[in-house]
């Protein structure tokens, strides 16, 4: 199966930012066509998704916990995606997925990880002093 992959993970103090970005090596990802997500999975926790792009470019949806706080884009002619975070707290220090989905599939900001066709191996990020 084809994966993504992401990068751009570490160690932030509180307060910190970090952008994380995912790529599909190997394969064309047409982000055009494509609803994309990062999701986060900490210790002892379901994975959840915090950030969501609707394929067409133009609507974003973010979980309450960062809202305000992480902003998810793209880059269509580098088939890239990316999770800018922003004042970071220890609560964010999870394991990060990118994913996407074909749009004809309609899962735009599904918070099933099942609706999604394509994974990221996941980058940690460690927030704290």
């Known amino acids: 199966q084809a994966q993504l992959v992401e990068s751009g993970g570490g160690l932030v103090q509180p307060g910190g930012s970090l952008t994380l970005s995912c790529t599909a090596p190997?394969?064309?990802?047409?982000?055009?066509?494509?609803?994309i997500a990062w999701f986060r999975q900490a210790p002892g926790k379901e994975r959840e998704g915090v950030s969501y792009l609707h394929h067409g470019g133009g609507r974003t949806t973010y979980a309450d916990s960062v809202k305000g706080r992480f902003t998810i884009s793209r880059d269509v002619a580098k088939d890239m995606m990316y999770l800018q975070m922003n004042n970071l707290n220890v609560e964010d220090t999870a394991v990060y997925f990118c994913a996407a989905d074909h749009y004809g599939n309609y899962n735009f900001a599904s918070q099933d990880p099942n609706s999604y066709e394509y994974w990221g191996q996941g980058t940690q990020v460690t927030v704290s002093s």
């Open positions: 190997g394969f064309t990802l047409d982000l055009r066509y494509y609803d």
